[in-house]
């Protein structure tokens, strides 16, 4: 699901980019690496790629996909009142 040039990961379904399957899930209070380097404490996910070189994005993070970088700019996890967590990441231009 696009939403205004973003990408809407829901948790715990696969979403393909750039022609890859991504899944993500494990939605919890974590470190996790900035685009810089630095680390950042909060909610984060983990991405599942198909060769197994899964990592943690929390918001912020940014990661590459067949050598197109993508920056999260939205991170949330269920609630009572929403029915999933999600993941909005944005392409780096």
Known sequence: METENTILM??????????????????FDRDYELKDGTTQNGLAARLFFPNNNNIV????????VNEQEFQVIDIGKQLKDKP???IRIQ???
């Open 91 to 93: 392409e780096v231009k």
């Open 84 to 86: 999933y967590g999600f």
């Open 10 to 27: 829901k948790q715990n379904t696969v979403t393909t980019i750039e022609g890859v399957r991504i899944g993500n899930g494990n939605y």
């Open 57 to 64: 994005v929390g918001k912020g993070s940014v990661f590459s």
